[in-house]
């Protein structure tokens, strides 16, 4: 098992890749994955609140265009314009 000194079971190669792996080992980030910086991080959050706040006022639009259909509905139904009846 214990290999003779020279052999190329001893020699151990110091490469860009094992200098990050060994780095990111405590971090628990994997190996060539960085963590991003505050900037980034806060650049992110704020591009996905406002998706988030356009999705919502999407909803809010569709939810009351919804609403005055069904009132419209209602009204031409009392009205006569119109009857309820499936066949």
């Not at 628990?28 to 591009?47: C, E, I, Q």
Request: proline share 5%.
């Amino acid at each position: 098992v214990n290999a003779a000194p020279g052999t190329l079971k001893n020699v151990r190669l110091f490469t860009k890749e094992t200098a990050s792996f060994q780095r990111n080992i405590g971090s628990g980030a994997p190996p060539g994955k960085h963590k991003p910086n505050v900037g980034y991080r806060l650049g992110r959050r704020k591009a996905l609140f406002e998706k988030r706040k356009r999705i919502s006022d999407y909803a809010l639009v569709m939810g009351m265009f919804g609403i005055i259909i069904m009132v419209i509905e209602n009204e031409l139904s009392s009205a006569g314009v119109y009857t309820k009846v499936s066949r």
